[in-house]
């Protein structure tokens, strides 16, 4: 954040990310097991120095030494899914169960901001749907999203100055306990 909480984007010098992300999916006979992972490790490779006026001068301090995670990045991300495929009379039917796993993550890059107003715990959502294809092209599903109503922190941030109003920061939840019925017709 910069002057008065307003969000400022500068060139922070070099950073790195090094990580690995797979995809696997698994089907047997009318069992499908899916699961995408990520694991990022992103950090500065060099100092970010204070910029009075935009000048950068690294003699008046460090806003993030090199080393210094970068922020809004989890290091870890899963998502994995077990869907069943039946027959319910005439109806192609299906349950299917979902899990998404974030692990923690910052919100700023500079570390007196970071540590200000906190990090974004990590936190898993778990979602459940059932439906089916009928015979005239027209699909119906019974879903609920984020079943135990997980209030995972996605991002956190301030509408001023962080140290002079932390008090009255904003949190971006994921989304909350949702249900409902899709129906859909094809032509």
Same mark, same amino acid.
């Given at each position: 954040?910069?002057?008065?909480?307003?969000?400022?984007?500068?060139?922070?010098?070099?950073?790195?990310?090094?990580?690995?992300?797979?995809?696997?999916?698994?089907?047997?006979?009318?069992?499908?097991?899916?699961?995408?992972?990520?694991?990022?490790?992103?950090?500065?490779?060099?100092? /970010?120095?204070?910029?009075?006026?935009?000048?950068?001068?690294? @003699? #008046? +301090?460090?806003? &993030? *030494?090199? !080393?210094?995670?970068?922020?809004?990045?989890?290091? /870890?991300?899963?998502?994995?899914?077990?869907?069943?495929?039946? @027959? #319910? +009379?005439?109806? &192609? *039917?299906? !349950?299917?169960?979902?899990?998404?796993?974030?692990?923690?993550?910052?919100?700023?890059?500079?570390?007196?901001?970071?540590?200000?107003?906190?990090?974004?715990?990590?936190?898993?959502?778990?979602?459940?749907?059932?439906?089916?294809?009928?015979?005239?092209?027209?699909?119906?599903?019974?879903?609920?999203?984020?079943?135990?109503?997980?209030?995972?922190?996605?991002?956190?941030?301030?509408?001023?100055?962080?140290?002079?109003?932390?008090?009255?920061?904003?949190?971006?939840?994921?989304?909350?306990?949702?249900?409902?019925?899709?129906?859909?017709?094809?032509?």
């Amino acid at each position: 954040p910069g002057a008065n909480g307003v969000g400022s984007f500068v060139n922070a010098g070099n950073a790195r990310v090094k990580g690995i992300e797979a995809d696997i999916v698994a089907r047997l006979g009318h069992f499908t097991l899916s699961a995408a992972g990520a694991y990022n490790d992103a950090k500065l490779t060099t100092p /970010f120095c204070n910029m009075p006026n935009g000048v950068v001068r690294c @003699d #008046l +301090g460090l806003n &993030a *030494a090199a !080393g210094t995670r970068l922020p809004t990045q989890p290091r /870890f991300k899963v998502t994995t899914t077990a869907r069943y495929d039946f @027959d #319910l +009379g005439s109806i &192609a *039917a299906f !349950g299917q169960v979902s899990m998404l796993h974030q692990s923690d993550s910052t919100n700023f890059l500079r570390v007196r901001d970071s540590n200000a107003i906190g990090t974004n715990p990590g936190f898993s959502t778990f979602d459940f749907s059932f439906g089916g294809k009928l015979q005239n092209n027209m699909t119906i599903e019974f879903f609920m999203q984020n079943i135990f109503d997980e209030r995972g922190i996605l991002s956190r941030n301030s509408q001023c100055i962080l140290l002079t109003c932390l008090r009255n920061g904003r949190i971006y939840p994921v989304k909350p306990q949702q249900f409902g019925i899709k129906i859909g017709q094809r032509f």
